[in-house]
């Protein structure tokens, strides 16, 4: 079947039985790994995103996560994080899906989705699984302690890096004992995200909930890293819905549905036939 590129939303919408599942990759302002403006297109990830690469340099791979640190720190939520958010809470799918459960689960490790939430829902617990981990989180290698930490810079050692690394230039040899360090053991600390050759974090959670969704909604992700390029997959071969939102025809192959363009413009009208330039008020007026 060849996927629908209509823009009317209630097609999908009204198809939303429990429990649906959504995927978000691409945020705006925040370069993604894989697509057109991927950081992969400047970056080996075997160099960068690998436990080998962090055991071979540690500086190294510190001074590319203190810059993705830095961009996502300045990050706010868009419109697609907002409209998300607000499909989470059962009084806004009343109408259009009033049995249905929500989760989100979400590929990006700078916590916007949660940070969105939060704003919108300070009393509420979101129902977001973050796979790859967080960006503002450590991990001990060496007591294996997981801490939040949005510290800027994390080590002074760390200040002015992120404009090597934005530029292309060498990055500096920073000596070991002056990366993060681990405030129980004094361990060297490692960012607190899944890197490839690791397992992703709440996997069998995620599984029963594959295993369980009717509709998946497949965000902006250029649907090429494992296990997550096999999920909408997994839905459709059960007879369930999918929907691609994205700007690239990536990942279309199960979907019955297309929404070409950003997400932060398509999936207000979709989900909640509301305006994508009036859902920032949302966060204004909380």
């Given at each position: 079947m060849s996927p629908?590129?209509?823009?009317?939303?209630?097609?999908?919408?009204?198809?939303?039985?429990?429990?649906?599942?959504?995927?978000?990759?691409?945020?705006?302002?925040?370069?993604?790994?894989?697509g057109s403006d991927g950081l992969w297109l400047n970056y080996t990830l075997s160099d960068l995103a690998t436990p080998r690469a962090f055991r071979k340099?540690?500086?190294?791979?510190?001074?590319?996560?203190?810059y993705r640190r830095e961009i996502a720190g300045k990050a706010l939520p868009n419109p697609a994080h907002i409209a998300l958010a607000l499909f989470s809470q059962p009084d806004q799918r009343?109408?259009?899906?009033?049995?249905?459960?929500?989760?989100?689960?979400?590929?990006?490790?700078?916590?916007?989705?949660?940070?969105?939430?939060?704003?919108?829902?300070?009393?509420?617990?979101?129902?977001?699984i973050e796979m790859h981990g967080r960006l503002f989180e450590t991990l001990c290698t060496q007591?294996?302690?997981?801490m939040p930490n949005r510290d800027s810079p994390i080590c002074p050692a760390l200040a002015g890096t992120e404009e090597l690394v934005k530029s292309h230039a060498k990055e500096r040899q920073i000596p070991l004992e002056d990366l993060p360090r681990c405030q129980k053991c004094r361990g060297l600390l490692r960012p607190g995200v899944?890197?490839?050759?690791?397992?992703i974090l709440h996997?069998?959670?995620?599984?029963?909930?594959?295993?369980?969704?009717?509709?998946?909604?497949?965000?902006g992700?250029?649907?090429?890293?494992?296990?997550?390029?096999?999920?909408?997959?997994?839905?459709?071969?059960?007879?369930?819905?999918v929907a691609v939102f994205n700007t690239e025809p990536q990942?279309?192959?199960?979907?019955?549905?297309?929404?070409?363009g950003p997400c932060e413009q398509t999936l207000p009208t979709v989900l909640l036939g509301k305006e994508p330039d009036k859902m920032n008020d949302v966060l204004q007026q909380d």
């Open positions: 629908s590129s209509s823009p009317s939303c209630k097609r999908v919408a009204t198809s939303l039985p429990s429990p649906v599942q959504a995927y978000l990759q691409r945020l705006e302002s925040i370069p993604t790994f894989r340099n540690p500086s190294k791979v510190w001074q590319f996560y203190h009343k109408e259009i899906a009033p049995d249905a459960e929500f989760t989100l689960i979400t590929q990006n490790v700078d916590g916007l989705s949660v940070l969105c939430s939060q704003m919108l829902f300070p009393s509420t617990d979101p129902p977001i007591c294996g302690d997981r899944v890197w490839f050759e690791e397992s996997d069998e959670e995620i599984s029963e909930l594959v295993d369980q969704a009717d509709v998946a909604l497949v965000i992700t250029s649907s090429q890293v494992a296990p997550a390029n096999l999920f909408a997959h997994s839905v459709a071969e059960r007879k369930g819905t990942g279309i192959g199960s979907a019955h549905f297309y929404f070409p």
